[in-house]
């Protein structure tokens, strides 16, 4: 069953997702050549911990940190580690949090520094999606709508979309029903009501889909060594228009600087 979230419980995921955002405006300080993916997870940790909420993902699965911080051809999941970011690398930072009993989920897909213009596309187009993915997730469409306008608009590119990792429900656990692919056909899948909340998280690849992970158990890379982007984004499905719970405006604003 897809729970249905009432008024109140969607300002509770309201609160918990905004945190997320604010999370990644404030390592989004701190991305830059040099720094390790490490101290960003420590960043992180300290700002989660300092709004009174506990790290989501720390845990979850027995996953050791606060954050994946995925680079270049990894796709999600990367542990932090040591690994110095350099000038041309991207890095999809993920991050959940959970408060009140609520938990909040989202991820952006940064720069560091200079990249190519090959790679700016990509995180342009693959961000794009999730906004056509967005538009979808109102009372009527179905999970299979919102794949598709994912899937149609990236593969039109000539990018390939990630299978096996997709994205999900998200209430009083960080993954609930429903599951939320970025591929599909239109007009399949579980139907959207007014109150259902989900998580919208294209992972997109410049080349081939297919992926592995990695020796460390957790790290997904793609096949090709290609580079792949990630962005993800809570929604309160509703009628006419989806009500964004998360926002990338804070990371933005700090980009800008
Ligand atoms: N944002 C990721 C997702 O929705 C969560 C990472 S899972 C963890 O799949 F195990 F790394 F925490
Ligand atoms: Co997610």
Redesign the pocket.
């Known amino acids: 069953m897809i729970p249905i979230r009432s008024a109140e419980e969607i300002e509770l995921l309201r609160v918990s997702n905004l945190l997320v955002s604010k999370t990644l405006a404030e390592v989004a300080k701190w991305i830059r050549p040099g720094v390790t993916t490490l101290e960003l997870d420590k960043k992180a940790e300290e700002f989660i911990r300092d709004h009174g909420a506990v790290p989501a993902f720390l845990g979850y699965n027995g996953y050791p940190n606060t954050l994946c911080t995925s680079v270049n051809s990894a796709v999600v999941h990367g542990i932090p580690s040591k690994y110095e970011l350099k000038e041309g690398d991207i890095v999809s930072i993920?991050c959940?949090v959970l408060l009140n009993n609520y938990y909040g989920?989202?991820?952006y897909t940064f720069m560091v520094g200079e990249v190519t213009d090959a790679v700016k596309k990509l995180l342009q187009v693959t961000k794009e999606s999730l906004f056509k993915g967005i538009e979808q997730a109102v009372e009527g469409k179905r999970t299979g709508d919102i794949g598709y306008a994912i899937q149609s608009y990236c593969e039109s590119h000539g990018y390939s979309v990630v299978r096996e990792m997709i994205?999900?429900g998200?209430g009083t656990k960080?993954?609930e029903p429903p599951e939320v692919p970025n591929y599909g056909r239109r007009g399949n899948g579980p139907l959207l009501k007014k109150g259902m909340v989900i998580?919208i998280?294209p992972m997109i690849n410049m080349g081939e889909k297919n992926i592995y992970i990695e020796s460390d158990g957790w790290t997904v890379k793609t096949r090709d060594n290609k580079p792949s982007a990630h962005f993800?984004l809570a929604v309160a499905v509703d009628k006419g228009k989806a009500d964004l719970l998360s926002t990338f405006e804070y990371i933005e604003e700090v980009l800008k600087k």
Do not use: R
């Open positions: 993920d959940g989920d989202s991820a994205g999900h998200i960080l993954h998580c998280e993800e």
